[in-house]
């Protein structure tokens, strides 16, 4: 055992850049734990609740008092695991989270090269940082237990704890997009962050085109390795092990928001906005302040779609929620003026004394019984990211839709499209009248297709929900006959040479 884990049971160690609380402190120097939010944490919360386990991440501090640690502790006695936090210098987190995983990852994995900076002190501190996470397992995980190591913050774990003689299995779940190669030999340190993730023993993926993009730079730039197998887990073979790597589309508890969705406060609630916006087809844009989204164009095309089909002018209401994000790195803030620009421009534009305003912009963080009551409400979910792992919000709306009466438009880029493309719309978010189009065909769209597009999409997401994701990836990591491993629904994934666009 290298750590204190040996409790006969073998347990999951969940490592992420952030943990599922932010530690704040209070005037009076005392440490306050704040639930947080975003697809990781939704994901995996319910799942280490049940299963037992340790969390380690970044506390949002850049200290160890011991006040912190205890107030640590007693967030993990409440959750039902324990939390193990990772300090973070201010250096270290302008360097590491703001510099070399968002200024260089985050925009080259979306396709997004012009926006990367590749300062080479970035990934110096990428690297003592994963050292220090790996400083964390280390201090922690026993050689029963199983390592889940989650996004592009911390690609280097693996070799790290490796180094230190870690044994146990290591699994890595990428949530954001893996780039095709023209894309990702741009990087300066593409050989060393490509072995590395061959240092760990599973190696997950959000789709198949994503995977197959990783299976072309490992064979382009690591000469010795084999692709082996058909279906979910592939194998790749190197001198001295083999690696698996799979596509595992993630999910959200299908049942929780099915069933905050039908609670009284929300029908409520969602009643209301219908009250306020009446005779209205309420269209809604729920994201992130972030570039990766597709906001300025969407507008663009709610713009193009008033100009042409001036019918519909008075009869639709775009409500379009901005989540603030990462706010001290200065694109994101550049982004924030051109969308209030844009939404200032349209209003004035279209609105009427008194009347119609077509676009209700909000930038702010919903409650959760708020963020209900807008995807119940919403009549058509507009979702048009430029490139995204997966999109939860896409699957979110959908479970929400519990009268199964809405349409759904979703980028042909999102992740979601490879699952749920034959229910949504898709559409292109680069080709403004197209989604213009696309938006007045879901206006005009025939109730038996709405429902019958909408019924697909949920019972898929059903089937495949956070719970089937969790199980899926850790039955991959365990599993000794791959072939027991049904195929996901959506893109054919036994050949990895091929990627067919979902339409
Ligand atoms: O989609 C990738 C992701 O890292 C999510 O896990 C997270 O919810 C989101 O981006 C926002 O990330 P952060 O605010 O930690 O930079």
């Known amino acids: 055992m290298s750590g204190e884990g040996g409790s006969g049971r073998d347990r999951l160690i969940v490592v992420s850049n952030r943990l599922p609380f932010a530690f704040r402190q209070d005037a009076d120097g005392r440490w306050r734990a704040e639930a947080g939010g975003g697809g990781l944490v939704t994901a995996l919360l319910p799942v280490l609740r049940n299963r037992g386990g340790m969390w380690i991440g970044w506390t949002g501090a850049t200290e160890e008092a011991d006040a912190l640690r205890e107030a640590l502790a007693s967030a993990g006695a ?4 324990r939390l193990e936090g990772v300090a973070l210098s201010a250096e270290e987190m302008d360097k590491f989270y703001l510099g070399f995983s968002n200024e260089i990852i985050w925009p080259l994995f979306h396709d997004l090269q012009s926006l990367c900076n590749f300062d080479p002190a970035y990934w110096r ?9 790996a400083e964390a397992v280390m201090a922690n995980a026993g050689q029963g237990d199983f390592v889940w190591v989650h996004d592009y913050h911390l690609m280097n774990v693996a070799t790290e704890l490796r180094r230190r003689g870690l044994k146990s299995r290591l699994g890595f779940f990428l949530h954001i997009p893996f780039p095709s190669p023209d894309l990702f030999m741009k990087l300066p340190w593409r050989l060393t962050l490509l072995q590395a993730l061959l240092e760990f023993d599973l190696i997950g993926f959000q789709t198949a085109l994503d995977r197959r993009n990783f299976v072309q730079c490992a064979r382009m730039l690591v000469k010795e390795v084999q692709i082996e197998g058909r279906g979910q887990v592939l194998v790749a073979r190197l001198r001295s092990r083999d690696v698996r790597i799979g596509a595992f589309p993630i999910s959200i508890d299908f049942a929780a928001f099915q069933r905050g969705a039908a609670s009284p406060e929300v029908t409520d609630k969602a009643a209301e906005l219908h009250r306020l916006l009446p005779e209205r087809k309420i269209i809604l844009g729920i994201d992130r302040l972030d570039y990766t989204k597709g906001i300025p164009l969407r507008l663009k095309a709610f713009e193009n779609l008033l100009e042409r089909y001036p019918d519909l002018r008075e009869r639709v209401s775009f409500i379009q929620v901005v989540v603030p994000s990462r706010e001290d790195i200065p694109e994101y803030h550049r982004l924030r003026v051109e969308i209030e620009q844009l939404v200032g421009h349209i209003n004035g534009r279209f609105a009427r004394p008194g009347g119609w305003v077509p676009i209700w912009y909000e930038y702010r963080s919903l409650s959760r019984q708020e963020l209900l009551a807008y995807y119940r409400a919403a009549d058509i979910g507009l979702i048009t990211p430029l490139k995204d792992g997966m999109n939860l919000v896409a ?14 438009i979703l980028s042909e880029f999102a992740g979601a499209a490879s699952q749920l493309y034959r229910g949504a719309l898709l559409v292109n978010p680069y080709d403004i009248e197209g989604v213009a189009d696309t938006i007045h065909r879901a206006t005009a769209m025939h109730p038996e297709e709405r429902h019958a597009r909408m019924r697909r999409m949920r019972n898929s997401i059903r089937e495949q929900d956070v719970f089937w994701w969790v199980d899926s990836f850790l039955r991959a990591a365990i599993t000794k006959d791959l072939r027991a491993f049904p195929q996901p629904q959506g893109q054919p994934l036994e050949d990895v040479s091929e990627y067919q666009l979902p339409f």
């Open 78 to 81: 409440g959750a039902g695991y």
């Open 125 to 133: 501190t990428y690297c003592d940082v994963n050292a220090k996470y």
């Open 395 to 408: 699957k979110e709306y959908c479970t929400c839709s519990i009268e199964e009466d809405c349409v759904l």
